[in-house]
Nanobody, 124 residues
Framework: HLVESGGGLVQAGDSLRLSCATS????????YGWFRQPPGKEREFVAS?????????SYTNSVKGRFIVSRDNDKNTAYLQMNSLKPEDTAIYYC??????????????????WGQGTQVTVSL
């Protein structure tokens, strides 16, 4: 069970931190991913991180240098720190978890568990 929080309405240039709290059987989670679905578009990959190697991360090009993915295994929680937000970052953001891991994991079908999504709106 994954629950996102931290979304909201911000202005361009602001920051937000999304959280993804996991519960239930967490021992079969090997990685976390963040995806987003802009209005009228398909859900797309944003970032991912391995559960057992915090340095094993991957980002889509449009967020590199602005977003940081992290996780706290003691809290069973993943995070997405979003800085220098732009209007084009407006989307529903989803947290996902994978029951396996390979470096650079980014395909939607690789993530078996999904949260309900949280809205992020960035205004000019």
């Amino acid at each position: 069970h994954l629950v996102e929080s931290g979304g909201g309405l911000v202005q361009a240039g602001d920051s937000l931190r999304l959280s993804c709290a996991t519960s239930g059987r967490t021992s079969n989670i090997y990685g976390y991913g963040w995806f987003r679905q802009p209005p009228g578009k398909e859900r797309e990959f944003v970032a991912s991180i391995a559960k057992y190697d915090s340095t094993d991360t991957s980002y889509t090009n449009s967020v590199k240098g602005r977003f940081i993915v992290s996780r706290d295994n003691d809290k069973n929680t993943a995070y997405l720190q979003m800085n220098s937000l732009k209007p084009e970052d407006t989307a529903i953001y989803y947290c996902a978890a994978s029951a396996f891991w390979t470096a650079g994991l980014s395909e939607r079908d690789s993530f078996a568990y999904w949260g309900q999504g949280t809205q992020v709106t960035v205004s000019l």
